[in-house]
């Protein structure tokens, strides 16, 4: 290896570092916070232990505060996220397959328009959804937050693509003249196919969903459909009287970053393993 090789792999390796102690330092704050009592939290290093190591204490109390209403929370966050996410990663595929392999009027048209539906903030779009909800009966519902979350013009985009360069029209003339329908051929091959693009749409739209803080708080006024994110702003607001509840959010902060490590701890090995899924001989 050359020096000037050697030089730039070093500045690369520094540079990606450097992005991986931002994203993990907090993280890592989180998890050491957690651990101590109150009176540590505010009166030791940030990264330092504590005097007393207080995690499963605070974990009961997390778990046993309202009644125990963070498992509600914990619920609902998973229903909305882990649903939420594979019926969008499911309507993504099979409109993005559609786009790809079908040709229609208007289709060019049609992606157009998704990809403008890309450069709107989510939170432009919230308090008309509410009213809209709202005149239909299904505001402070499940459904108030499942229903927009099945939207992913991200999603649709990147399924589009990967579907046009990983699924070959050779495939679908084949399994058309062996007698296959459309929709056989789309869950039977095309998925297979396009896996590692669905793994990649259903984590982020996990992610967002799961840390999706606006549509919750205009949508939800009942406590008890609310996702840890909403739960935990609103035990924030309870530190001024309370300043146990520092505690407590920062415990149940730790714990809301765990489903989402293991997500994609799980789904990694579907992500590399898929990588070559619909290879053809030439």
Known sequence: MTPTRRRSRILVTGVLALFAAYFVVPVLWVFIAATKTTSDLFDSFGFALGGEFALGANIAEVLSVNGGIFWRWTLNSLLYSVGGALLATLLAAAAGFALAKYRFRGREL????????????????????????????????????????????????????????????????AARLEGAGEGRI?????????????????????????????????????????????????????????????????????????????????????????????????
């Open 110 to 173: 049609v992606f157009g328009l998704v990809l403008g539906g890309v450069l709107v903030p989510a939170a432009a779009t919230a308090l008309p959804l509410y009213l809209l909800f709202s005149q239909i009966g299904l505001a402070n519902t499940y459904w108030a937050v499942l229903l927009p979350s099945l939207i992913s013009p991200f999603g649709l985009y990147l399924c589009r693509i990967y579907a046009d360069a990983s699924v070959p029209d050779t495939v679908i003339e």
């Open 186 to 282: 789309f869950f039977s091959l095309a998925l297979r196919m396009m896996s590692p693009a669905l793994v990649t749409v259903f984590l982020f739209q996990m992610v967002g969903i799961w840390n999706n803080y606006f549509l919750p708080l205009v949508m939800l006024a009942d406590e008890e459909l609310y996702p840890i994110t909403l739960g935990l702003v609103t035990w924030q607001s309870y530190q001024g009287r309370d300043i146990g509840m520092y505690t407590n959010v920062v415990t149940g902060s730790m714990l809301s970053v765990i489903p989402l490590i293991l997500a994609i701890v799980i789904l990694q090995r579907f992500w590399r393993g898929g990588l070559t899924a619909g290879a053809v001989k030439g």
